[in-house]
T-cell receptor, first 113, second 114 residues
Framework: DQQVKQNSPSLSVQEGRISILNCDYTNSMFDYFLWYKKYPAEGPTFLISISSIKDKNEDGRFTVFLNKSAKHLSLHIVPSQPGDSAVYFCAATIIQGAQKLVFGQGTRLTINP | DAMVIQNPRYQVTQFGKPVTLSCSQTLNHNVMYWYQQKSSQAPKLLFHYYDKDFNNEADTPDNFQSRRPNTSFCFLDIRSPGLGDTAMYLC?????????????FGQGTRLTVV
């Protein structure tokens, strides 16, 4: 039972344009959502998060949007840069619980010059 | 400086031969996790330690065990590796509290069972 799904295994975007990565979840108990970025041969690194009490969180070029009714979140990167090429994982958790992260399968983002 | 360090980075082991992966942290975080990630799949939580309390996931095979001798170190023991255990194994840490969800990951150990 895949509770967090990233349906696009890969995405290719031109440098300078907007990258939009999507994530869906099924467990309505999730109340905290995170995006992790992973370069080859490295562990995932935390990028940005959002609490379920918000619908938007912004950090520089990165914005995460949360639509609770649709159980959907998205990560917007604008403008996209070559260094953004990586695998992006969406993750979800229940803050008051054991705080275990449930990950999606990841989306490989490639930024083309 | 690396804060969560996993050793070795790459490990090849024979079918059925016990193997131990190690993780150390300099963050003094009280929660440590082990994740298994197979190719093109989501990282899957195997178990985690909350201080000394061990928490096993229901679907983690008995073949997988863990030890945490102190705050800084955590080990993953695979007693009799099978070919299906070939994967990347990720160790992560987090601090109890509001931001505990923002786990810090090590670089991973890529295990190949032959």
């Amino acid at each position: 039972d895949q509770q967090v799904k990233q349906n696009s295994p890969s995405l290719s975007v031109q440098e300078g344009r907007i990258s939009i990565l999507n994530c869906d979840y099924t467990n309505s108990m999730f109340d905290y959502f995170l995006w992790y970025k992973k370069y080859p041969a490295e562990g995932p690194t935390f990028l940005i998060s959002i609490s379920s009490i918000k619908d938007k969180n912004e950090d520089g070029r990165f914005t995460v949007f949360l639509n609770k009714s649709a159980k959907h979140l998205s990560l917007h990167i604008v403008p996209s840069q070559p260094g953004d090429s990586a695998v992006y994982f969406c993750a979800a958790t229940i803050i008051q619980g054991a705080q275990k992260l449930v990950f999606g399968q990841g989306t490989r983002l490639t930024i083309n010059p | 400086d690396a804060m969560v360090i996993q050793n070795p980075r790459y490990q090849v082991t024979q079918f059925g031969k016990p193997v131990t992966l190690s993780c150390s942290q300099t963050l003094n975080h009280n929660v440590m996790y082990w994740y298994q990630q197979k190719s093109s799949q989501a990282p899957k939580l195997l178990f985690h330690y909350y201080d000394k309390d061990f928490n096993n996931e229901a679907d983690t095979p008995d073949n997988f065990q863990s030890r945490r001798p102190n705050t800084s170190f955590c080990f993953l023991d695979i007693r009799s590796p099978g070919l299906g255990d070939t994967a990347m194994y990720l160790c992560a840490t987090s601090r109890e509290g509001r931001w505990a969800a923002e786990a810090f990951f090590g670089q991973g150990t890529r295990l190949t069972v032959v």
